[in-house]
């Protein structure tokens, strides 16, 4: 666990059973019961679902709700602050109509809202908020037309507290243009362009040179005209968003200090100011390491909250104004855990284990004569020609490999110059192909023999050797999986995500691999892997060796937010099987989960394999399971009394839950 940093970004959701070496997940949470993600997979597999699959883990959503509200609570409570707390969610994060429902939900006890970024996302969520409870919370960004304006304002008229955000100073005329056709009296709220930035990936989000948002002279000019149109209690929201994934929290403390003194001028301007809205940011310890490396963070959550909360309470009490409703954006930090890609590995153990038969065979085939020393050998080798010198000097390196560490190191240089003296010989053109090919074998036999001795004596491996090390001998395992569909930030950003076997973790991984896709593109490829202790990347994911007739499953974490609605079409490979495990509505925490299964029409078998039904796929499919995590209850019902013992419920071992789990 501790080797693919699992305890650090693992949180609350993921683990290791060292017993079974299998990868847990725990969809409620730290406390709550443990699905067994290879069991799953492996009676998912048997039931027709073949990888990949993405798992939605809804529950850890509610989890993330949770969380996020109760350390605004505290940070309510520790600084006696008088307003309140209301999260939305944005939608451009990841639009999937079961999260989003999930979402609205569990969301619904915290007054939990959304955002959305484009009429689209809008028309989309007006369905999910009609019926709700009145006056949730609707912030709405991004380009807007008058159509846009008008779906806001109705959605008003339908009970939902929608604020229409300004990000350019044309878009008021086209807002109070269609409150004055509709008479709806519109709840206005003012994008900023602050001058803070943060330095990350994202940092472009924010400063002068945003692309979004209002800078002082147009603040002032929007204020201004609402007087004029007598519309100044319709101002009441203040936004801003400095970019995701912020990893240090000294820039939380000052982008919130200029955006207080910002709302309490509004205020003082005479606007009915009443929310303040900073945005995303909040961001995720993808490598699990607690710092301030780019796929980590160096602060909590409830860090975050402390100083979000501190910075508007400092600034109304300077000023003696009255405390605003804080709302945060989170998108990363909320939905980014809940999904977890599960998907198999293609390459064939025969490809590397013949090679290691062969290898064998030429480390034979070369002869010692023990009658003459090695050295006249080497020369009379030199002298027949350079194909055979160089198998003859590997020959040396194999005599050398003895149990001492610095000669470990010294075999290990010297196979790895012989090694690039044969590929100059061969551009040289006196290194035949068959020479060449013996020599790269000569190559990996050293490599394997060295790691032999190490480990039979305890000895440390050249660096070089070390599992995590990228290599010229890091394999290369074949996954059933598109980056550019399932992980794009990786290979456009160059994001890391946790990477890990979903079982076999008792095992040592013995294989620094890399991971190449189905796609016929060269960058289809992930070969930078989250380094638990922050800091660079490692080039190569120590694996486990292949075994005949055993699938070697891995899984691709932290996936929730950006990667599907992003992932692109390339190679025409469609969305996955996706796995959805939710509870049964009104169940209890830990009781009564359900798995469905949909098939996307665009997938192609290729990637899936045969489709569950042999034809064109439903757009969903129940299993028909309903999986109870614990106490074990019959399928048709979570509040019935009659329990099933856990060791008798086929539902409860197919989902390697065990009695005393819960
Ligand atoms: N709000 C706005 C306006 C955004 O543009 C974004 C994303 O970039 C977010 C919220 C979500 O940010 P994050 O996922 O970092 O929480």
């Given at each position: 666990a501790a080797l693919y940093g699992v305890p650090g970004w693992g949180a609350d959701y993921f683990?290791?059973?060292?017993?079974?070496?299998?990868?847990?997940?725990?969809?409620?949470?730290e406390n709550g019961p443990a699905l067994d993600l290879y069991q799953l997979t492996q009676s998912l597999q048997a039931q027709g679902v073949r990888a990949p699959m993405l798992f939605?883990?809804?529950?850890?959503?509610g989890h993330r709700i949770e969380k996020?509200?109760?350390?605004?609570?505290?940070?309510?409570?520790?600084?006696?602050?008088?307003?309140?707390?209301?999260?939305?969610?944005?939608?451009k994060a990841n639009h999937d109509k079961a999260l989003i429902q999930a979402i609205v939900d569990y969301g619904e006890p915290y007054g939990f809202g959304l955002e959305?970024?484009?009429?689209?996302?809008?028309?989309?969520?007006?369905?999910?908020?009609?019926?709700?409870p009145a006056g949730t919370n609707l912030v709405c960004n991004g380009y807007k037309d008058s159509e846009y304006m008008e779906l806001v304002l109705h959605c008003r008229e339908l009970g939902m507290n929608a604020m229409v955000v300004m990000e350019q100073y044309s878009e008021l005329d086209m807002l109070l243009a269609a409150a004055r056709r509709l008479g709806v009296r519109p709840s206005i709220g003012i994008r900023a362009k602050l001058t803070t930035r943060h330095n990350g990936h994202w940092g472009s989000t924010?400063?002068?040179k945003a692309k979004f948002g209002l800078r002082a002279r147009e603040i002032v000019a929007v204020?201004?005209?609402?007087?004029?149109?007598?519309?100044?209690?319709c101002l009441n929201l203040l936004h801003f968003h400095v970019g995701s994934q912020i990893t240090n929290?000294?820039?939380?403390?000052?982008v919130m200090r200029e955006a207080s003194f910002l709302y309490a001028e509004l205020v003082q301007m005479g606007a009915a100011m009443s929310y303040i809205d900073c945005g995303g940011g909040l961001a995720v310890d993808y490598d699990g390491s607690f710092t301030d490396s780019a796929a980590s963070m160096a602060y909590t959550l409830q860090h975050y909250a402390n100083d979000v909360v501190s910075a508007v309470q400092e600034v109304c009490i300077q000023r003696s104004i009255a405390p605003p409703t804080i709302i945060t954006e989170s998108g990363r930090a909320l939905a980014s855990h809940h999904s977890v890609l599960v998907f198999d590995v293609l390459t064939t153990p025969e490809c590397l284990e013949e090679k290691r038969e062969e290898q064998e065979e030429v480390v034979e085939s070369i002869e010692i004569r023990d009658d003459k020393p090695l050295t006249k050998q080497l020369r009379a080798a030199a002298r027949s020609g350079k194909g055979t010198f160089l198998l003859m000097t590997f020959k040396e390196v194999f005599e050398n490999i003895t149990a001492d560490a610095s000669a470990l190191r010294e075999a290990f240089n010297d196979a790895s110059y012989f090694k690039d003296e044969a590929v100059r010989a061969f551009k040289l053109g006196v290194l035949s192909l068959e020479e060449r090919a013996q020599v790269d074998m000569m190559f990996d036999a050293a490599c394997e023999r060295i790691r032999e001795v190490a480990r039979e004596h305890d000895l440390p491996l050249p660096d070089a050797l070390r599992p995590d090390a990228a290599l010229p001998h890091t394999k290369m395992y074949h996954v059933n999986l598109s980056v550019f569909r399932s992980a794009v930030d990786s290979w456009a950003i160059q994001q890391l995500f946790p990477i890990v076997p979903i079982h076999r973790l008792g095992e040592e991984p013995t294989v620094p691999a890399m991971l190449a896709d189905l796609t016929c593109d060269s960058d289809g490829k992930v070969d930078k892997f989250i380094n638990p202790k922050g800091g660079e990347p490692l080039p190569a994911l120590p694996l486990h060796p292949l075994r005949h007739g055993d699938k070697y499953f891995l899984a691709l974490f932290l996936t929730g937010v950006y990667q599907e609605v992003m992932g692109s079409v390339h190679n025409m490979f469609g969305s996955l099987n996706t796995v959805v495990v939710g509870r049964q509505p009104g169940a209890p925490a830990g009781v009564g989960v359900e798995v469905h299964v949909a098939a996307d029409e665009g997938t192609?078998?290729?990637?899936?394999?045969?489709?569950?039904?042999?034809?064109?796929?439903?757009?969903?499919?129940?299993?028909g399971a309903v999986l109870l995590l614990h106490p074990c209850l019959p399928a048709d019902s979570a509040t019935t009394s009659s329990a099933t013992s856990p060791s008798s419920c086929s539902l409860c071992s197919m989902a390697g839950v065990e009695a005393d789990s819960g």
């Open positions: 683990t290791v059973d060292e017993s079974s070496g299998t990868l847990l997940v725990k969809p409620d949470g939605r883990f809804l529950p850890i959503v996020l509200n109760a350390a605004f609570r505290a940070a309510l409570d520790r600084f006696e602050y008088q307003g309140a707390y209301r999260g939305v969610f944005p939608v959305v970024g484009s009429k689209a996302e809008l028309v989309m969520v007006m369905s999910q908020l009609a019926g709700r924010s400063g002068d204020v201004n005209r609402l007087g004029e149109e007598g519309m100044l209690d929290i000294r820039m939380v403390k000052e192609p078998a290729a990637m899936n394999g045969e489709l569950p039904h042999g034809g064109p796929p439903e757009p969903w499919m129940q299993l």
